[in-house]
């Protein structure tokens, strides 16, 4: 998934500074993951570690993580995969009112694809509901959808907006491909909740943590995906069809000091890690000054390509590369 502020690329440097400061052996460790996205930093130490604690603001994370780090024995999913490829499409809330030909025509979708959503989605639901597959099954169906139909959306990359004509790869058929996770001995938690409320539950011995950067949320940024994710109903709001959202503090130049040092106080973690950059709201003398405050402070960095959401002669930000930082506290 084309993912704002994915580490993907990013995750094996991170892995090499965690165990730098953590120790070779994280066999007996418990990694939290707060903000945790699409679970690429997550699915890294999954393996590695003795619990995973992931946890995201946004429904279609959660959806997401609970399947690639919740999930952790093989399940029986091939026939389930066949029969929502077979499926008879159908015209629901997804093709009328996201979709090319639909009552809004807002052109996330293709028109096929559209009403092949609608009927993937509803096939998953009625499975749970009837009770023909379990929870496990139930998320990793789900994730195997958003993922697929995030690979045929007509979208520059997030879904702020829809783009005016479809794309080529928009116009190629939907089909599920599964999203498979990693088999561990070991089980792992996942949340859907505030950062700052779930923290002062939990403990552990990593703390990773990769707040959003700037002010866009991603609620608005990824608001069709919380729709498929979620099957509500609801009006969407304006030309591109917005659902109401949850915004975050770290999304609010005003907020974001006092949420993060609330964070970084109650955390009862051994080690913290944050990713940030050089355009991030907080600037890394304020975060410096709030980490210290708590122990012993380090700070790793690495040049790295931005992420491209738009053209890039119309960007608001011109430099092809940001500096990376990792922040280091040890309480």
């Known amino acids: 998934m084309n993912y704002i502020g994915s580490k993907h690329k990013l995750s094996e440097w991170l892995l090499s500074n965690i165990k730098a400061v953590s120790g070779d052996d994280l066999s007996d460790q418990i990694f939290c993951d707060l ?3 699409t679970g690429s930093v997550g699915k890294i130490f999954k393996p590695l570690v003795k619990h995973v604690i992931a946890n995201d603001l946004e429904y279609y994370s959660y959806v997401l993580n609970r399947n690639y780090i919740g999930n952790n024995t093989a399940l029986e999913a091939d026939f389930y995969i066949e029969k929502l490829n077979t499926l008879t499409a159908i015209e629901g809330f997804i093709f009328n009112n ?12 293709s028109s096929d694809n559209g009403k092949k959503i609608d009927a993937i989605r509803a096939q998953i639901e009625q499975w ?14 789900l994730a195997s959808l958003l ?3 995030d690979k045929v959306a ?16 928009a116009q190629k058929e939907l089909k599920i491909q599964p999203a498979n996770f990693k088999i561990t001995a070991d089980e792992h938690s996942v949340y859907n909740q505030d950062s700052n409320s779930l923290i002062a539950d939990i403990e552990g011995d990593i ?3 990769d707040p959003p950067y700037n002010a866009r949320q991603y609620g608005a940024n990824y608001h069709v995906l919380n729709t498929i994710a979620k099957k509500d109903t609801f009006v969407p709001k304006g030309k591109t069809g917005l659902r109401t959202y949850s915004k975050s503090a770290f999304c609010s130049k005003v907020k974001v000091a006092e949420s993060f040092e ?20 907080m600037p890394a003398e304020t975060v410096k000054s709030i980490m210290q405050r708590y122990g012993k402070y380090d700070l790793v960095t690495k040049e790295y390509q931005r992420f491209k959401a738009d053209k ?11 500096t990376e930082y990792l922040h280091v506290l040890e309480k």
Request: aromatic fraction near 18%; avoid cysteine; charge should be positive.
């Open 35 to 37: 903000f945790a996205g």
């Open 98 to 109: 996201y979709s090319e030909n639909g009552s809004s025509n807002r052109l996330y979708f």
């Open 128 to 141: 749970f509901t009837k009770k023909k597959i379990n929870e496990d099954l139930y998320f990793f169906l």
């Open 147 to 149: 993922e697929s139909a």
């Open 154 to 169: 007509n979208t520059a990359s997030v879904y702020g907006a829809y783009l005016k004509k479809l794309k080529k790869s």
């Open 207 to 209: 703390l990773y943590l």
């Open 262 to 281: 609330k964070l970084i106080e109650t955390a009862q973690f051994k080690t913290i890690f944050l990713s940030y950059n050089n355009e991030g709201l």
């Open 312 to 322: 890039t002669e119309s960007r608001n930000h011109k430099a092809t590369a940001t």
